[in-house]
Nanobody, 124 residues
Framework: QVQLVESGGGLVQAGGSLRLSCAASGRTFSRYVMGWFRQAPGKEREFVST????????YYADSVKDRFTISRDNAKNTVYLQMNSLKPEDTAVYYC?????????????????WGQGTQVTVSS
């Protein structure tokens, strides 16, 4: 079992940056595909980005491509989401999730473990 704890959210002005972190418990972090998802008020949870076990493959939602960067440090059991050029429409609760895979996926239903989320608010 994996426990995930997100951090790094907050309030930022449009055009600003934030770096989210997700720390995972356990010694098998490197076996998991890791993903970031977000949920805005009144909307369904949506895919943001995902990274394969060795970081060789990454996918992004079209809405965040070229602005967000996902990365991971398997030695630190941590996955990151660097968010630049933030827009008000990026406002949401951001969740990290872990999937035993082995295939990388954008589908929330494929992920086995979820963090509790961190709020990101972008003001205009």
């Amino acid at each position: 079992q994996v426990q995930l704890v997100e951090s790094g959210g907050g309030l930022v002005q449009a055009g600003g940056s934030l770096r989210l972190s997700c720390a995972a418990s356990g010694r098998t972090f490197s076996r998991y595909v890791m993903g970031w998802f977000r949920q805005a008020p009144g909307k369904e949870r949506e895919f943001v980005s995902t990274i394969s076990q060795t970081a060789s493959i990454t996918y992004y939602a079209d809405s965040v491509k070229d602005r967000f960067t996902i990365s991971r440090d398997n030695a630190k059991n941590t996955v990151y989401l660097q968010m630049n050029s933030l827009k008000p429409e990026d406002t949401a609760v951001y969740y990290c999730a872990a999937d035993l895979g082995p295939m990388i996926s954008r589908a929330p239903g494929r992920y086995d473990y979820w963090g509790q989320g961190t709020q990101v608010t972008v003001s205009s």
